[in-house]
């Protein structure tokens, strides 16, 4: 059964850091994962989708990069500004009845 | 707007009451899903529909019913709720081919209280 694991669960720093969060999952025969932004009681908006054969994605100051070796997955935001504020969450699709595996996401706190 | 429409966005109800969600997808994609997202858990998937037939239902309880009438459109009716199934309900879609996958697209969610 696929686990996905996201670290940390929170996460605050000052507004113009670089941050790193992290995402990893045990089965590696996955198709492609997909990191999502959330705010409060909203819906889910897709920020980058990265192929099992592909080992980064970049949009804006975001980049994601994919180990699927190893099971892992990074996502980077650059210069970090207060709408970044949000939850993220990582999501790996293993196929098979559309099998998409959710982490329990990273809170980002970014403050003035 | 992502593509995926969702109604009601807020919805209180009683143990007792029949209500319909609503999912809408102009998108082109041709399978829709419904997820449950309760505080502190991580998503869970309830129903897969592909080319408008079912293909998954993860045990979920029979008080919730998926209806797919086209692939445009997805509905989830609710009746004799419990006040545990008080979540956000997520819809989403995807384009699935032989040729791969695509990622998903979500709605804004519909956040159901149950009185």
């Known amino acids: 059964k696929q686990e996905v694991t996201q670290i940390p669960a929170a996460l605050s720093v000052p507004e113009g850091e670089n941050l790193v969060l992290n995402c990893s999952f045990t089965d590696s025969a996955i198709y492609n994962l997909q990191w999502f932004r959330q705010d409060p009681g909203k819906g889910l908006t897709s920020l980058l989708l990265i192929q099992s054969s592909q080992r980064e994605q970049t949009s804006g100051r975001l980049n994601a990069s994919l180990d699927k070796s190893s099971g892992r997955s990074t996502l980077y935001i650059a210069a970090s500004q207060p709408g970044d504020s949000a939850t993220y969450l990582c999501a790996v699709f293993t196929g098979g009845g559309n099998k998409l595996t959710f982490g329990t996401g990273t809170q980002l706190k970014v403050e003035l | 707007e992502t593509g995926v429409t969702q109604t009601p966005r807020h919805l209180v109800m009683g143990m007792t009451n029949k209500k319909s969600l609503k999912c809408e997808q102009h998108l082109g994609h041709n399978a829709m899903y419904w997820y449950k997202q309760s505080a502190k858990k991580p998503l869970e998937l309830m129903f897969v529909y592909s080319l408008e037939e079912r293909v998954e239902n993860n045990s979920v309880p029979s008080r919730f019913s998926p209806e797919c009438p086209n692939s445009s459109h997805l509905f989830l009716h609710l009746h004799t709720l419990q006040p545990e199934d008080s979540a956000l309900y997520l819809c989403?879609?995807?384009?699935?081919?032989?040729?791969?996958?695509?990622?998903?697209?979500f709605g804004s969610g519909t956040r159901l209280t149950v009185v």
């Open positions: 989403a879609s995807s384009q699935d081919s032989v040729a791969g996958h695509y990622g998903y697209t």
